[in-house]
């Protein structure tokens, strides 16, 4: 039982470079989330999908797509890269709205 | 949508002192509320978490308590240990259907021994 599986775990890329950093997680979960992380300012939602087919934007949505592929598969991509996307990603999932959060042990992006 | 302030945003305290992060959320329908704690380079993990039904809940050395009318909840940790250095998250969320955790900035929690 693997939890939620994200990869890669570190990438470097160029400005204006695209990529897609994959997540999936084997509880059959319902709701899937992907959350950015930077020093001082927390865990900011960026998208989320509820259930599979629907994705919903979270708080910092600009620059990025989502595509919940399938109930276990959740993905982001950064279309342009942008060294304000420099950051650690996450991706969540829970069961149920009001329960655990599960996070995958974070994709570390830098953007040069 | 939920804003969720989080203060302190750094603690530090000495082992076997109390420690006690304060988290305020905006949107009255919010009614779940958990806490998270992620060691350095480690991932966030659900701590405890509280209900609005529920004023208090406790869990070996650590409480959380919630005032609804008051739109703030708070995590209290006692008898602290160099173990609990961490980063702690509040989070808070209402329980509706296309809805999700908003977490606050987080608290760096030092204990020196």
């Known amino acids: 039982n693997a939890g939620v599986t994200q990869t890669p775990k570190f990438q470097v890329l160029k400005t204006g470079q695209s990529m897609t950093l994959q997540c999936a997680q084997d509880?059959?979960?319902?709701?899937m989330y992907w959350y950015r992380q930077d020093p001082g300012m927390g865990l900011r939602l960026i998208y989320y999908?509820?259930?599979?087919?629907?994705?919903d934007k979270g708080e910092v949505p600009n620059g990025y797509n989502v595509s919940r592929l399938n109930k276990r598969e959740f993905s982001l991509r950064l279309e342009s890269a942008a060294p304000s996307q420099t950051s650690v990603y996450f991706c969540?999932?829970?069961?149920?709205?009001?329960?655990?959060?599960?996070f995958g042990e974070g994709s570390r992006l830098t953007v040069l | 949508g939920e804003n969720v302030e989080q203060h302190p945003s750094t603690l530090s305290v000495q082992e076997g002192d109390s420690a006690v992060i304060k988290c305020t959320y905006s949107?009255?329908?919010?009614?779940?509320f958990p806490w998270y704690k992620q060691e350095l380079g480690k991932r966030p993990q659900l701590i405890i978490d509280?209900?609005?039904?529920?004023g208090e809940k406790k869990d070996q050395r650590i409480a959380v308590t919630l005032n609804k009318t008051a739109k703030h909840f708070s995590l209290h940790i006692t008898e602290t240990q160099p173990e609990d250095s961490a980063v702690y998250f509040c989070?808070?969320?209402?329980?509706?259907?296309?809805?999700?955790?908003?977490f606050g900035k987080g608290t760096t929690l030092s204990v020196s021994s």
């Open positions: 969540a999932s829970t069961g149920q709205v009001t329960g655990e959060l599960f």
């Open positions: 509880m059959n979960h319902n709701s």
């Open positions: 949107d009255s329908a919010s009614n779940y």
């Open positions: 989070a808070a969320t209402p329980n509706q259907a296309g809805t999700a955790l908003i």
């Open positions: 999908s509820a259930s599979e087919g629907t994705t």
């Open positions: 509280i209900r609005s039904n529920v």
